[in-house]
Antibody, heavy 121, light 107 residues
Framework: EVQLVESGGGLVQPGRSLRLSCAASGFTFDDYAMHWVRQAPGKGLEWVSGISWNSGSIGYADSVKGRFTISRDNAKNSLYLQMNSLRAEDMALYYC??????????????WGQGTLVTVSS | AIQLTQSPSSLSASVGDRVTITCRAS??????LAWYQQKPGKAPKLLIY???SLESGVPSRFSGSGSGTDFTLTISSLQPEDFATYYC?????????FGQGTRLEIK
């Protein structure tokens, strides 16, 4: 059974940093691209970032480019999102999602339950 | 970035109804479109990919069609568990985007 478990969310002040983690199990992690997708309270889905199976190709939404960094550790079956210079508009539930392909530009067939990031002073 | 516009934004329907949701892309995306279902407090679930391919385990009452800029998700006979919010997603460009969502409510 595929499982994606996010962690690392919490309350953070504007301008500070936070690192999210996603622990994956139930599939061959290094065969697939992975993503972060977020959802602000009561709002729709927004893709944040994707990373290919070998970290060779990475993409970011314009809204986070230059502030967020995605990475993965295939030996640990883990995905990460380093979030710097956080803003109020970054407040959301952050989902980890598995891509159906090795490259990050496809669709998300499994999702975690999300970790909540609250940005407030 | 390619923009996706869903219509309607909300919809009321009854069990047994046939329902169609539309997703229009701001430029042609071939068949690079997926549909997701999200219920309150839950993660999204993949329904359709490549515009018309049914994800494994998804009931056959769900179907997708379209290519280029205009796409539809059809539910042939609404079931009580289908009341949810539906999102389209494009993966044609190297910046993935979602539609704003369509909330399907019980009439």
């Amino acid at each position: 059974e595929v499982q994606l478990v996010e962690s690392g969310g919490g309350l953070v002040q504007p301008g500070r940093s936070l690192r999210l983690s996603c622990a994956a199990s139930g599939f061959t992690f290094d065969d697939y691209a992975m993503h972060w997708v977020r959802q602000a309270p009561g709002k729709g889905l927004e893709w944040v970032s994707g990373i290919s199976w070998n970290s060779g190709s990475i993409g970011y939404a314009d809204s986070v480019k230059g502030r967020f960094t995605i990475s993965r550790d295939n030996a640990k079956n883990s995905l990460y999102l380093q979030m710097n210079s956080l803003r109020a508009e970054d407040m959301a539930l952050y989902y980890c999602a598995k891509d159906m392909s090795p490259n990050w530009n496809y669709v998300f067939d499994y999702w975690g339950q999300g970790t909540l990031v609250t940005v407030s002073s | 970035a390619i923009q996706l516009t869903q219509s309607p934004s909300s919809l009321s329907a009854s069990v047994g109804d046939r329902v169609t949701i539309t997703c229009r892309a701001s430029q042609g995306i071939s068949s690079a479109l997926a549909w997701y279902q999200q219920k309150p407090g839950k993660a999204p679930k993949l329904l359709i990919y490549d515009a018309s391919s049914l994800e494994s385990g998804v009931p056959s009452r769900f179907s997708g069609s379209g290519s280029g800029t205009d796409f539809t998700l059809t539910i042939s006979s609404l079931q009580p568990e289908d009341f949810a919010t539906y999102y389209c997603q494009q993966f044609n460009s190297y910046s993935i985007t979602f539609g704003q969502g369509t909330r399907l409510e019980i009439k």
